[in-house]
């Protein structure tokens, strides 16, 4: 059974985020994958505010991908409207935990391409990587 608590759209698809009886553990659900939901009259297991995915956030630090050229990195900086900052400039986004690895999927932040494929990196993906989505091997 699934105890659901948040509903999501994460630019792609709906997702549910639930605790979940079988794993005992708060996850996310692409909602077009429910078969035959129904609602249950009974107490969820574990509250909202137990989901420390959910309630904590991150800040993520986007960056010009640093192999492009100054003139590329200043239109990308454009583009993203970054802004400055000490360290360079950069679009600093605060997300749930939980959602890090869908922005990062639709911005191709959790892979390593050619520069002028990936024209955006993740300054901080160390603090964040373990809330990226694993890449599935082809």
Known sequence: RLWPH??????V???????????????????????DP???????????SEDGDWVELAI??????PKLNAHQQQLVVR?????????GPAWTVELRRCLI???AAKYGLDRDEAPLRQ???LDNADTVR????PIASG
């Open 6 to 11: 948040a509903l999501v759209h994460t630019g």
């Open 13 to 35: 698809r709906w997702h549910v985020r639930a605790y979940d009886d079988e794993r005992k553990a708060f996850r996310n659900f692409a909602l077009q994958r429910m078969e």
């Open 38 to 48: 129904h609602a249950i009259d009974a107490s969820a297991p574990a509250a909202a």
């Open 60 to 65: 993520l630090r986007v960056i010009p991908n």
């Open 79 to 87: 583009d993203f409207g970054m802004l400055p900052s000490s360290s």
């Open 101 to 103: 690895g869908y922005f």
């Open 119 to 121: 024209r955006i990196i």
């Open 130 to 133: 373990q809330w990226l989505m």
